[in-house]
């Protein structure tokens, strides 16, 4: 099973930015999918971003334009640029990886983002 590592979660004012990282105890160049959920209090789990073997990406409607996701094969890492933060953007925020398409996710221990003047 990969353990995955998140961090660079914390509190940050309306319209900032945060990069969160996602590392992964092993290479990341064979899995099929990386990303990101998001868990608010009292709503369910949505995917935030997700990146695809062969470098297809996909975005929630509700971030598209402000985040961005992308992978470091080298480093095993997937990042989660995120700007123009908005409140409703603060949850618990979870890295998974898909490691093949028949897989079920593997998931991260959650790092915190909080969006608050």
């Known amino acids: 099973q990969v353990q995955l590592v998140e961090s660079g979660g914390g509190l940050v004012q309306p319209g900032g930015s945060l990069r969160l990282s996602c590392a992964a105890s092993?290479?990341?160049?064979?899995?099929?999918?990386m990303g990101w959920y998001r868990q608010a209090p009292g709503k369910q789990r949505e995917l935030v971003a997700r990146?695809?073997?062969?470098?297809?990406?996909d975005y929630a409607d509700s971030v598209k334009g402000r985040f961005t996701i992308s992978r470091d094969n080298a480093k095993n890492t997937v990042y989660l640029q995120m700007k123009s933060l908005k409140p409703e953007d603060t949850a618990v925020y979870y890295c998974?990886?898909?490691?093949?398409?028949?897989?079920?996710?593997?998931w991260g221990q959650g790092t915190q983002v909080t969006v608050s003047s």
């Open positions: 998974y990886v898909q490691p093949a398409f028949w897989s079920t996710n593997e």
């Open positions: 990146i695809i073997s062969g470098g297809f990406t």
């Open positions: 092993e290479s990341i160049l064979d899995k099929y999918a």
